[in-house]
């Protein structure tokens, strides 16, 4: 159902037309379009959010309208949302003004960030110079509150040389995140880097001891301090720190194209900058350090400098034992 409303509305959209394949088919039952990766977290807050995630998940192998050259995109065209295309080899492709990486076989990617509007303007400029735009319509999610009351209130209101030590952390996180490189460490099925119930989900408003604060950009994971905490796809290891401000153990990986995941509040970090990291691959253990209440693991994913959902990364999580 969810399908159909998604051909809907984008079939409503003049600039698009969708050739639908006989591979085409929803998520709510686990199953995978081409990309198996690419599966959904089951709701984790009732009949509300149930309804709102099966609202705004739009799940499609769709094929943009071009008579000389299609242009297939794979993902989810939410907030939040990762989108695979496949351009003719030497096409150029832009993302509003933005020039996404084509591989030699036009490979590209590009994300949906939480405040993401509901269209984007994807433009293909093919080698003889003729220029294709097409508008992609963007699922509208919404996003619960979540209030935090007894955290550390210097970490909730850091001091100016606190604020000074969490700009220059940002900056070390930033300088890693700019270059998008060819490795396609993503496109492998991603597993679970640490399991344990959810404590938080993507893209909540935060309030932190009554003070609204940045929304919630990743997925709380709660499992014993000392858990390991895996490589949950291949990668290459860009970011280590033990000790910032908010973000306490911090391990950055590199899948490529700009997609990276982050795993904040380790202790006992293992991974080393710069080292390659095989799926599974301990890279640190479950801690408290940074602005947590309590021993869990965060998980970010983020293409370039915006914020995906990691719940889009991976299958239900399996009971442990
Ligand atoms: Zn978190």
Known sequence: MALLRARARLAALPLIQLRPRGRMSAFADGSSLCSPRLRILPPQGGKGSLLRLAWSILLLLAILSSPAHAVELTGHLTQGGLVTGRAQPGDKVLLGDRALLVGEDGLFVFGFGRDQGQSAQLTIVHPDGTTEQ??????????????????????????????????????????????????????????????????????????????????????????????????????????????????????????????????????????????????????????????????????????LDVRLDPAFWVPPQQAQN
Do not use: C
């Not at 995140?177 to 880097?193: E, H, N, Q, S």
């Open 134 to 303: 097409q508008m992609i319509a963007v699922a509208q999610r919404s996003f619960d509150i979540q209030r935090i009351d007894n955290m550390e209130q210097a970490k909730v209101t850091p001091n100016p040389a606190d604020l000074a030590r969490i700009k220059a952390e940002q900056e070390k996180v930033n300088e890693v995140r700019g270059v998008p490189t060819p490795a396609r460490d993503f496109l492998v099925p991603f597993i679970w880097p640490a399991h344990g119930p959810i404590s938080g989900v993507y893209g909540s408003q935060r309030i932190l001891n009554g003070e609204p604060r940045a929304p919630h950009y990743g997925l709380d994971i709660a499992a014993p301090e000392g858990s390991p905490v895996v490589a949950p796809a291949p990668g290459m290891v860009r970011l280590v720190a033990s000790d910032f401000f908010l973000t306490g153990g911090t391990v950055i990986i590199d899948h490529g194209f700009g997609v990276q995941s982050s795993f904040i509040h380790m202790k006992a970090l293992t991974a080393k900058v710069g080292t390659y990291v095989q799926q599974g691959e301990v890279i640190g253990h479950v801690g408290k350090t940074g602005r947590a209440t309590g021993p869990h693991l965060h998980w970010g994913m983020t293409w």
